[in-house]
């Protein structure tokens, strides 16, 4: 069972990008995730539900069983089919899912600390992966597109995320003194300008203050008044030299968008990437609100699990010409229209009593590394719900990534809620 769930993490890296990207084996293979997650459910979870055995839940375990049974609720509401309900949950819920049947597996500390060591390995080889790839396309004397420098992560959005998690990592593990520190500084440089710069993630640069002021924020209220100002004055002449070079240049007039009524593509009236991102964002939260508003007892399940999520045919050709299409570009939007605002807010409240659960654990052991792992969870965990309005958090290496992360919980089972 342990190699299994090993193999699950290389998939959860790798099946896509050989599958999708390089095209080495059918898409079918995708599935071959759900099939271990299935494996180990029959071996940990089910022999527990056909004898009627406690089950491992945690002081949230109870909740992700709420939120799953919520969406399937609206599902049998508003008559969803099987299939589609089963895309839902799968799009959505099945690292939940397996984080359930984690912290019923019994997997000692040892291998829990094992696993993260590997998962420190694949996220320490995506910036060399990058750099091949950067340089093979330079190879064949054509300038590299920016969104195919993302390692194994399939896309540089995902990347910039779950690599500003990697150097929180690393930052810890140098304040542990466990790794020569020089190889831990080469390895934050190279995360830093790999996805983010060769990948030309500009989330990256927005997001990675933020994290690091919440998973080292003990940190930064000790700063005196100089270091602060120091900070400061960084930031300010950073924001200021990245707008000279038009990176907030972001002249959008909003009300030349009508969405289908309007412009078939915002490619037709802008060419600045930065002010189509923004502008497709922003479309995407008003047609959302035409959706709630169209009918409002969409608030509480929105249209049923399933019934706005991709399919890997429609995928393929996806171009934004419709207010459902909007819709469905974002997770956020996706999600509210799956579950509702209602299921949405419940979802974001579940993540944040996992953070308080874990900030409250890390003051309950000894351990320095659990500590680590235990702090960063908030910082993830807000970031998670962040990207849900930038990226696609809902993919395998995101979702894996937190919720193995979460699972981490389980070594201290007996915290109070």
Request: charge should be positive.
């Amino acid at each position: 069972m342990e190699r299994i769930y090993l193999i699950l993490m290389f998939l959860a890296f790798f099946i896509s990008w050989i599958a999708d990207e390089l095209t080495l084996l059918p898409h079918f293979f995708t599935w071959s995730i759900e099939l271990f997650i299935l494996i180990l459910f029959i071996n940990f979870l089910l022999p527990k539900i056909i004898f009627f055995k406690k089950i491992s839940l945690t002081p949230f375990g109870t909740s992700l069983l709420f939120i799953m049974t919520y969406g399937l609720i609206g599902s049998f509401i508003y008559f969803v089919d099987f299939y589609s309900t089963a895309l839902g949950v799968r799009t959505f819920f099945k690292y939940a899912v397996l984080f359930l049947i984690f912290i019923n597996s019994n997997f000692t500390k040892k291998f829990y600390k094992k696993m993260f060591n590997y998962w420190l390995l694949l996220m320490a080889i995506q910036p060399i992966i990058v750099i091949i790839q950067y340089l093979s396309a330079l190879g064949g004397r054509s300038l590299p597109h920016p969104d195919a420098m993302a390692g194994t992560l399939l896309s540089t959005s995902n990347g910039a995320l779950v690599t500003i998690i990697f150097i929180i990592c690393l930052i810890d593990l140098i304040n542990q003194n466990k790794i020569n520190k020089y190889i831990l500084y080469l390895f934050i440089l190279l995360s830093i300008t790999a996805i983010p710069i060769l990948g030309e993630a500009n989330a990256f640069f927005y997001f990675l203050p933020i994290i690091l002021f919440i998973r080292y924020f003990d940190f930064f209220i000790n700063f005196n008044f100089k270091k602060i100002s120091l900070v400061l004055s960084g930031l300010i002449i950073f924001v200021y030299l990245s707008n000279q070079t038009g990176l907030y240049n972001l002249d959008v007039n909003f009300s030349d968008f009508r969405l289908s009524k309007g412009k078939n593509s915002l490619q037709t009236e802008y060419d600045d990437t930065i002010a189509m991102s923004v502008s497709e964002r922003f479309l995407s939260l008003v047609a959302i609100s035409n959706f709630i508003k169209e009918k409002p007892e969409r608030i509480m399940f929105g249209s049923g699990l399933g019934s706005y999520v991709f399919r890997y045919d429609t995928r393929q050709n996806f171009v934004i010409s419709t207010d459902k299409d909007y819709i469905i570009k974002f997770s956020a939007t996706r999600l509210i229209a799956n579950i509702g605002v209602v299921g949405f807010l419940i979802f974001c409240f579940i993540l944040l009593k996992i953070s308080y659960y874990a900030y409250n654990a890390s003051f309950r052991t000894q351990d320095k590394f659990f500590i680590s792992v235990f702090r960063i969870i908030p910082a993830f965990s807000i970031l998670f719900i962040l990207s849900m309005f930038y990226s696609e958090p809902f993919e395998d290496v995101i979702a894996f990534s937190y919720w193995f992360f979460v699972s981490s919980l389980y070594y201290l089972p007996n915290i109070s809620k």
